[in-house]
């Protein structure tokens, strides 16, 4: 049987140190923990500021890197989001976004967007609290006002919120 020599040797010896004229060395670090969130248990994944050295062309796209980053750390990469001066997008390259050597993208969870849409109209909001007013039934406690003794019922929930 012959010696075959190692292949993984072979390729580290064939593989060329990075050219700093085509590529940019820079760290990835997240700015809180990094948490592979499930129904049944979470897992921290990368603590926050542990700094992830890269190397990439200048001209390669941060698809990579977020992709790369997320299989590296068992995240899932669309929970992620990436920062350099603004938040970083799939074609944005270093070399697009002026990044230079030594250079610090921050990485956060993606938050998901607040709804601003309301639940119903105003006009229907109010017109349900207005109702409430007037129902006996629900009410947890009745106000006598006045002279007369009005009774008005509350409701002890609508009270404290207030």
Known sequence: MANRPNAR??????RAAPDPENSVEFCVKP????VLEGTHKSLLRVRA??????IMLKSQRFASLFRHYAKHHGLD???LVFFFTEELQNDDTPESVHMQRN?????RTRKAPKSNIPICADSTYFSHFRSLL????DADM?????LAKDQVPAHKVI????
């Open 77 to 79: 990469k669309d929970t």
């Open 9 to 14: 040797a072979a390729s580290d010896s064939q």
């Open 142 to 146: 009745v106000f006598v006002v006045g």
């Open 159 to 162: 009270l404290t919120a207030r």
């Open 134 to 137: 007037f129902d006996r039934e």
């Open 31 to 34: 700015a809180e923990d990094l």
């Open 103 to 107: 250079d610090e993208i921050v990485v």
């Open 49 to 54: 500021n542990t700094p992830y050295s890269c």
